[in-house]
Structure formats: C-alpha cells, structure tokens
C-alpha cells in the first residue's frame, strides 16, 4: 500500500445508499480490509445515517463517520483506496486524484447511468466497477492495485480550434 495511510475512504454522495454502507460496516467485509492490511476506514454517509448509526464497531479497524462537508476532496487524497456510488462527479474527481476507485453501482436506481458509466470506465481499466453483493470479492481479489490512471484530455485539439475561430473573426 505505499506510504499512504492504510486507509479506506467511502462515500455515497449527496444522496443516500443504505445498502453499501451497511456492507462496508458488515463485520467480514471489515475482516477483510484489516486482513488486506487496512487501519482505518472513514465513512461519508450522506442520507444513510441510520445505516450508519446501526454500527456494533470493530476490532483491528478505525472506524469514522460524517454525513456531509463541504468537499470530500482532502479525504480522498489522503485515502489508499477509494470505495464510490457511481456518480459520475464523484467518479471523476476520484480518477483525476489518481485514486484507486471501487465504483459500486446502485442497482435499486430506475434510470441507471451509473451502470453504464462504470462500465465504460471499468472497460478502460481506470476503475473497479462492483455491487454491493459482489463488494467485498472485490475488494479481496485487489484488482484495483492494477489499475491505470485516467489520461488527461487533450486540450491541444481545442487550443487549435480556438486560436482558428479567433483568426478568422479577426479577418
């Protein structure tokens, strides 16, 4: 894991999802991350506070929770490994980090571009697209350490395109 902190960062955004805190706190899925060497996990738990609340604690993990703060950006810098619902800001804020990012797409939404967008991103090796149910295979099979970094965009196609427009405004 690096000179990084042992740490796991997990956030569910502005919304709610029950369902994947109630994983990263399950008592196997916790096992697991002090058995991968993890120390300490902290928990961005939007809208699912009593998901959170409902937790008995834990040997041989830190365990720390919020509901919101202005921005997540600090935790996620300082975490070794990033577990997100799969919105896309989230999402994109995580890779342009350069975090390891574990996407868990919530399969309870109606309209799921989550879904999709995370296995784009998943196919392009820049995440780990994962479910709840499948969350902590996931997390033991460490795929995420392979991971490749986001490429920045190329911004020379549209410096080119601009520096046109502005030539032949200017004719």
């Given at each position: 894991?690096?000179?990084?902190?042992?740490?796991?960062?997990?956030?569910?955004?502005?919304?709610?999802?029950?369902e994947?805190?109630?994983?990263?706190?399950?008592?196997?899925?916790?096992?697991?991350?002090?058995?991968?060497?993890?120390?300490?996990?902290?928990?961005?738990?939007?809208?699912?506070?009593?998901?959170?609340?409902?937790?008995?604690?834990?040997?041989?993990?830190?365990?720390?929770?919020?509901?919101?703060?202005?921005?997540?950006?600090?935790?996620?810098?300082?975490?070794?490994l990033?577990?997100?619902h799969?919105?896309?800001?989230?999402?994109?804020?995580?890779?342009?980090?350069?975090r390891?990012?574990?996407?868990?797409?919530?399969?309870?939404?109606?309209?799921?571009?989550?879904?999709?967008?995370?296995?784009?991103?998943?196919?392009?090796?820049v995440?780990?697209?994962?479910?709840?149910?499948?969350?902590?295979?996931?997390?033991?099979?460490?795929?995420?350490?392979?991971?490749?970094?986001?490429?920045?965009?190329?911004?020379?196609?549209?410096?080119?395109?601009?520096?046109?427009?502005?030539?032949?405004?200017?004719?």
């Open positions: 894991m690096g000179s990084r902190s042992a740490r796991i960062f997990v956030t569910v955004g502005s919304t709610g999802f029950d994947l805190i109630a994983q990263v706190l399950s008592p196997a899925f916790l096992h697991e991350c002090v058995r991968l060497g993890y120390s300490e996990l902290v928990v961005q738990y939007g809208a699912s506070r009593a998901a959170f609340d409902a937790f008995q604690g834990s040997q041989g993990i830190t365990v720390t929770g919020y509901a919101y703060k202005r921005e997540v950006t600090s935790d996620m810098e300082a975490a070794s990033v577990i997100s799969a919105g896309s800001g989230t999402i994109l804020e995580c890779l342009t980090l350069g390891p990012l574990i996407a868990v797409v919530n399969e309870d939404l109606m309209d799921n571009h989550q879904d999709e967008l995370a296995t784009a991103l998943a196919d392009d090796h995440l780990i697209k994962a479910t709840c149910s499948n969350l902590q295979s996931t997390l033991r099979d460490q795929r995420y350490n392979f991971l490749v970094p986001l490429e920045a965009p190329d911004q020379t196609a549209l410096a080119g395109i601009l520096h046109e427009e502005l030539l032949v405004r200017r004719e």
